[in-house]
């Protein structure tokens, strides 16, 4: 069958940059799985994508569907023929929707029952006719938030559709893509080369497109000519570019033709805080900040132009003029900020709403202040400076600084804190409680930094959750789960062995108001404690691994984790696998027989088989070994003491009958059960394991 490459590419106007690289692969994925559902074989798909065009090269694209049998099932043979054996209405009528006649239709046998079915050969059809529907189809189903009209169509895009291109090797296939017929035409650079570009064939598509209309169609390719330019303009001024990735695919987003430019702006800028200069370079001019080998800010950006002009001097020039706008503002709001110390602005957070139920901010302030204060001393921070930095924590909230860059809160007040000429840890806390703010990002540095951010998360959980406004599905406006991954992140990598319960009561006695949710203790713990599931589950470690360690609901996620690691390290020793089918046997045995009932000293007189003899004494010697370690918390080594127990525990089901009539010698054994799991149960419940 034959074979060639196959091009489509839809023109538009300017695409919303951050979705760009989104759609351009939902495009090549939803064409990829109609290619694969309507049988047509093809090599691989190329993806391209600027601000004007989406496109993709199919390569090897059969030129129709393969040929299929396909079988029609119809009605059961019961409902096909009537007493005379005459077809029924039912089957001539499933035979005249299948263009053919009872005596063509076939007897289908299966262990449900007997059908009519009709059976026949199916041609597959050709591309020209098949490749337009799949195409719109695909277009339709991209993720698009806010879809627009244009002119009087119905048709709805991204961005109004200016041109719509096929190719199959050299030939265009005509058809309708959004509404617009197909051709081999397509528009190069707005300013570079307005006028239309011919592609004659397929393959050539981004070639062409390069060499003649000064577009760069190959995302990837179009972000590392930009990474290299920037690179090469850093070097030149012997600095260091800042290149922030989220950053550097929105700047790819944008032009089509990159060329990098250094603007310098002035040295007096520098007064401000580098933070919020880089905030305004980034994120209104989507420009790059250059630092030196000191990490000291220099006067000077690498912007990305979508033209090659003759006169790059204007071209710099006018990014300075844009620039030198956006800086002074930075400049004004951090000097007007600079009149106000952070103590001052504490009555200003008065008027600002955390949660309509719970307060204002300036509450918050003061919980933050009281529980970051009880947390600061087992974990051997500074009391009253965790405290302080507690108090001012979101005083920078109020200022014109992070008014307009919402992003820089946090690490303003460290700035503020610095110039009120508070003490370095306070400052420093403040830039840290919000951290870590996403995945993988860094933990506060400090112990005040620390207690300040565990303060504010757990005041968040508490108060959200005492309101009865636990997130739902994919809504969590307060980012209680992100806030709940930060607390045992903060935790665990940090080693804090803290009692999670204690800590979300003395949250909860923090409010002034009144929580109407009286569980909110143990549902906010439940739910730190299932998004640690997640994180576990993220890490290869399984559920039963989990229920085993959560059995005991250790109050300490340090502990729990120390308890996790534990069981992994016991699973790969060779006695698990027999200690864990006996603890689950032991503990249906002591479910059945009412385990709270057990309860005594064992009475070694009433022992009448060697192994249960053994079994008592090699558990009050190994009750001195492991004693010890369950204090320390080294559960690993507690856990390989046990382990040595198995022999005696498979001798003991082996030759000892527990069940038996003499009710003192069954109360007897069951209580030495009773101590064996008990024993592990200090741990985790091991039965919970998979053998």
């Known amino acids: 069958m034959k074979e060639q490459d196959f091009l489509v590419e839809i023109g538009t106007e300017e695409l919303p940059s951050k979705a760009l690289k989104s759609l351009s692969k939902a495009f090549a994925e939803n064409i990829e799985q109609r290619l694969q559902t309507a049988a047509i074989k093809f090599g691989k798909i190329e993806s391209y994508a600027t601000p004007r065009r989406l496109a993709l090269l199919i390569t090897q694209l059969t030129e129709k569907q393969a040929d299929r049998s396909v079988e029609k099932r119809g009605p059961a043979l019961r409902a096909a023929f009537d007493e005379h054996n005459k077809p029924t209405p039912a089957l001539e009528g499933f035979a005249r929707s299948c263009n053919t006649t009872v005596n063509k239709l076939e007897k289908l046998e299966t262990p449900q029952g007997s059908w009519m079915v009709y059976r026949f050969n199916e041609s597959g059809k050709h591309i020209n006719e098949i490749m337009p529907e799949i195409i719109n189809e695909a277009l339709k189903n991209l993720p698009i938030n806010k879809p627009m009209r244009w002119a009087d169509l119905e048709t709805q895009f991204a961005r109004p559709v200016q041109w719509a291109m096929i190719l199959y090797g050299k030939n265009v296939l005509s058809g309708n893509i959004l509404d617009l017929p197909t051709s081999n035409v397509t528009y190069g650079h707005r300013f570079h080369h307005p006028k239309p570009i011919t592609i004659k064939k397929a393959e050539t598509y981004a070639d062409v497109l390069e060499k003649t209309g000064f577009i760069i169609a190959n995302f990837d390719k179009r972000r590392e000519a930009i990474h290299e330019q920037i690179l090469a303009c850093a070097k030149k001024v012997n600095g260091e570019a800042i290149i922030d990735n989220a950053l550097l695919d929105e700047v790819t987003s944008i032009v089509e033709w990159p060329v990098a430019l250094t603007v310098h702006f002035d040295e007096s800028f520098l007064k401000v805080p580098k933070e919020a200069l880089m905030t305004a370079m980034q994120h209104h001019q989507k420009s790059f900040p250059v630092i ?258 959560f059995a005991r609901r250790p109050a300490s996620p340090f502990d729990f984790d120390r308890r996790v690691k534990a069981i992994q390290q016991f699973q790969a020793l060779p006695q698990a696998s027999a200690l864990i089918a006996a603890n689950k046997r032991v503990s249906n045995i002591l479910v059945k027989e009412n385990q709270h009932n057990i309860a005594g000293e064992l009475d070694s007189q009433l022992f009448e088989v060697d192994a249960e003899k053994q079994l008592a004494q090699l558990l009050a010697e190994k009750t001195k070994t492991v004693t010890p370690l369950y204090q320390a918390a080294n559960y690993q080594a507690a856990l390989a003491e046990l382990a040595k127990l198995q022999p005696a525990v498979d001798a003991f089901f082996d030759k000892v009958m527990v069940m038996v009539e003499d009710a003192e010698v069954r109360h007897n054994r069951l209580l030495l059960l009773a101590k064996l799991r008990e024993h592990f149960l200090s741990i985790a419940d091991i039965s919970l394991l998979q053998a």
């Open 292 to 549: 030196d080998k000191n990490q000291n800010l220099l006067p000077l950006f690498i912007a990305i132009s979508n033209i090659e002009s003759k006169d790059r001097e204007q071209v710099i020039k006018g990014n300075e003029r844009v620039m030198r706008a956006r800086l002074s503002d930075a400049k004004f709001f951090y000097e007007t900020d600079c009149k106000h110390t952070l103590a001052e602005r504490l009555n200003d957070l008065k008027t600002i709403v955390f949660q309509a139920k719970l307060g204002s901010l300036y509450d918050k302030a003061e919980r933050i202040a009281k529980l970051a204060n009880i947390i600061a001393q087992p974990i051997k921070a500074n009391i009253q400076q965790a405290e302080r930095a507690g108090l001012l924590a979101k005083a920078d909230l109020t200022s014109a600084m992070v008014n307009e860059f919402p992003e820089l809160q946090g690490i303003m007040g460290y700035y503020y804190a610095k110039h009120d000429g508070e003490n370095s840890h306070v400052a420093q806390a403040i830039r840290e409680h919000y951290l870590p703010r996403f995945a993988g990002d860094d933990l506060p540095a400090t112990l005040e930094g620390c207690a300040t951010a565990l303060a504010d998360r757990l005041d968040t959980l508490v108060g959200i959750f005492g309101i009865n406004q636990a997130p739902t599905g994919d809504k969590d406006p307060f980012g209680l789960r992100r806030a709940a991954l930060g607390v045992l992140r903060i935790l665990l990598e940090k080693q804090f062995d803290l009692n999670l319960t204690e800590l979300l009561t003395q949250a909860a006695e923090n409010y002034t108001v009144t929580l109407p949710n009286t569980h909110v203790v143990q549902q906010t713990f439940d739910f730190i404690y299932e998004r640690f599931r997640t994180w576990y589950q993220e890490r290869g470690i399984t559920s039963d691994v989990f229920a085993a360690a």
